[in-house]
């Protein structure tokens, strides 16, 4: 018998995450500690903050106009602290690596525009929400994010006492009729120390791989597991050498991690070190605010909104939107309800969803784990605020 194709609606679909000690992800939270520390002294300090690492070297770079004092070096050393970069055994060590600072001021160009309440930048910016999980969020990423969350903390509890902090995850969902059913295959790559390893083999032992399994995996994906899931542990057999002594980390460059995980476009622009003028990070925050919020009125089961901007002018250039079928009015309507509820202009959306806040290390939250999401305070972009309103505006 000639096997059955799978329709359009039946899939798979994979996404990824990273942990905390990424390189990339230490890169993206020194920079965002620079516009958390800024901020919490001067919130109207302009932040435009990139950082590199590599074996033994921290630089950080990027335009700044502030009044602030930032102490570069005690800040960058605690943070790493804080991640777990703490001896030498895993290639990175916040006592001893070196850290420059290449900062210097915003160009007056940019600033012109801006200071008369445009945007700080041209492009797009997407926000998109949906019914899968209870965070309004495709199940991938929630479930790849989650496992990274896991490795982390059963290495800072010293649960699993020979992980290191660089690690990754990834998850492939089976759909079925455009619903997820369950997880096919899962993918844990974790730093570790050599006191793990199979002297005979030079690999992961086969007891600390199904350690992870147990410890980390299972936990986290519990009834999307079944007897079939797939298990791909430190696939090239081990992960001893990490962090930055194997791979250089630059601000900015997981991009769809810190979004979506794939299942939607993505308008380009990274978040991590850019103050609320810059709309590559508000827009985009605001995006998912109203997407958010129109999904959880009831208005669609997803939603996909795009916005536009042209540097120094504030209002958006267009406005787009995507239901995917799913939509109970139509486009046009919802076009009107997110004209009518949101506030669009740079200016409204930092003071909308409170943007020129710090407490708590509000931004360098954000910058491990997705920008969405999440439930910790701050997160006011996460908030359904609006859609009781709306629902009754949309008459749903």
Same mark, same amino acid.
């Given at each position: ?33 620079? !516009? ?6 001067? #919130? ?10 590599? +074996? ?18 005690? +800040?960058?050393?605690? !943070? ?51 019914? @899968?999980?209870?965070? !309004? ?15 982390? @903390? ?26 997820? *059913? ?25 007891? =600390? ?34 962090? #930055?002594?194997?791979?250089?980390? +630059? ?27 810059? *709309? ?39 406005? +787009? ?10 486009? $046009? ?10 506030? !669009? ?21 954000? =910058? $491990? ?28």
């Amino acid at each position: 018998m000639a096997k059955k194709e799978s329709t359009e609606k039946d899939y798979l679909f994979t996404s990824e995450s990273v942990t905390e000690g990424h390189p990339d992800k230490v890169c993206d939270q020194v920079s965002d500690s620079v !516009l958390d520390e800024v901020l919490k002294q001067d #919130p109207s300090g302009r932040v435009a903050c990139e950082t590199y690492v590599t +074996m033994g070297l921290l630089i950080i770079g990027g335009e700044i106009t502030t009044s602030a004092y930032v102490d570069i070096q005690n +800040m960058s050393r605690n !943070l790493l602290k804080d991640i777990g970069y703490t001896h030498p055994k895993y290639g990175f060590d916040h006592h001893t690596c070196a850290i420059l600072n290449a900062i210097h001021t915003q160009s007056p160009d940019i600033a012109m525009g801006v200071d008369r309440g445009g945007a700080g930048d041209q492009g797009m910016m997407m926000g998109y929400a949906c019914t @899968e999980t209870p965070e !309004l969020m495709p199940l991938p990423i929630m479930l790849a994010h989650k496992l990274c969350r896991k490795l982390a @903390e059963v290495r800072k509890k010293n649960i699993l006492k020979y992980l290191g902090p660089d690690g990754k995850s990834q998850v492939t969902v089976d759909y079925r009729n455009d619903k997820p *059913v369950k997880v096919t295959s899962v993918v844990l790559a974790s730093q570790h120390t050599e006191d793990v390893l199979d002297k005979k083999k030079d690999t992961l032992s086969d007891a =600390a791989r199904q350690e992870i399994i147990e410890k980390v995996a299972k936990p986290v994906l519990k009834d999307w597991l079944d007897k079939d899931t797939k298990y791909y542990v430190n696939q090239t057999g081990k992960f001893v050498i990490g962090g #930055p002594q194997s791979d250089t980390g +630059m601000t900015g460059r997981k991009i769809i991690v810190d979004t979506y995980g794939g299942t939607v476009s993505h308008g380009g622009g990274a978040f991590s070190g850019k103050d609320p003028t810059k *709309v590559d990070r508000s827009a985009a925050y605001m995006g998912r605010y109203i997407a958010k919020n129109l999904v959880a009125a009831g208005v669609a089961e997803k939603l996909l909104i795009q916005l536009a901007y042209v540097i120094g002018k504030a209002e958006p250039l267009s406005i +787009m939107v995507n239901t995917y079928g799913t939509g109970k009015v139509s486009d $046009a309507k919802i076009i009107d309800l997110i004209t009518e509820n949101f506030e !669009l202009t740079p200016h409204g959306i930092i003071e909308e969803l409170k943007l020129r806040e710090a407490a708590n290390n509000r931004y360098r939250r954000t =910058a $491990a784990y997705g920008h969405f999401g999440r439930t910790e305070e701050g997160f006011t972009w996460e908030v359904t605020d609006r859609a009781k309103e709306i629902a009754k505006q949309a008459k749903i």
